[in-house]
């Protein structure tokens, strides 16, 4: 028979079934029955031990006994165990491979690469082992153009150039930018005449007067940084000076 403890004092009510095994008994909480034998990897001992995987089959050494079945193979014993795929050629990058290797020559380059890629190799004076492809006839019926063979890479530009501005238009653009600079903003000169941001700083640019107020808040805010952050934009100026130079 089995026997029910209870404890009415607790605000929720919750029975154990103490006859039932560990791993069957419930924690009755409310409406919810959770099992109280479900163990979470909180700690990482549990990690470690979930991830803990036995090595594979073919690491195994199958000769041994079965208390030693997960002793690992000796150094005299050959470990046969294949990729799922041979490797090709293809997938080897030019720098693991020699400079006179044959599969950095053009002949790979102008049959994967020649409709989007240009690659410098060097000249046939130099290297007297090259020899430069025939380049496939483009009059021959039977031989596909490189737009049949690729696709396109470049994709539909974001922007394309409308040039529906007239001179008027830019003239009344310059007037509303001088009249009222805040309130004719580059962003909403460029959606009031269908133009690029660009194409408002080119054509026109703000007094003076509020060109020096602009300026002088960036200072007042520059005035508040700390030496961290003076310091990372200065590491940032010089970064993007060192990556225009080549330097990076």
Known sequence: METIVTRPAVSCCRQVVLSAPVSS????????????????????????RALNIPPHGSFLNPNSSAADRNARPTTGQIIYNPPSSAASVFHTPFKF?????????????????????????????????????TPPDSTSPSSPSPTDLFPSIEGEPRYRARHHLTKADIEEMRRLRAADPVANSVQNLSMRFRCSKLFVLMCCQAPSG?????????????????????????????????????EL
Request: glycine residues 6%; proline residues 8%; aromatic residues 4%.
């Open 210 to 246: 509020h060109r020096e107020k602009v300026q002088a808040e960036l200072e007042a805010t520059k005035a508040r940084w700390g030496p961290r952050r003076a310091a990372a934009r200065d590491e940032r100026r010089a970064r993007m000076g060192m990556l225009f130079r080549g």
């Open 97 to 133: 491979l020699p400079k006179q290797d044959p599969r950095r020559r053009a002949n790979l380059a102008s049959e994967l690469f020649a409709a989007s890629t240009t690659i410098n190799y060097p000249s046939p004076a130099n290297n007297p082992t090259h020899h430069q492809p």
């Open 25 to 48: 008994r419930l924690v009755l909480s409310g409406t919810t029955a959770v099992p109280s034998g479900v163990r979470q990897k909180s700690t990482s001992a549990r990690t470690r």
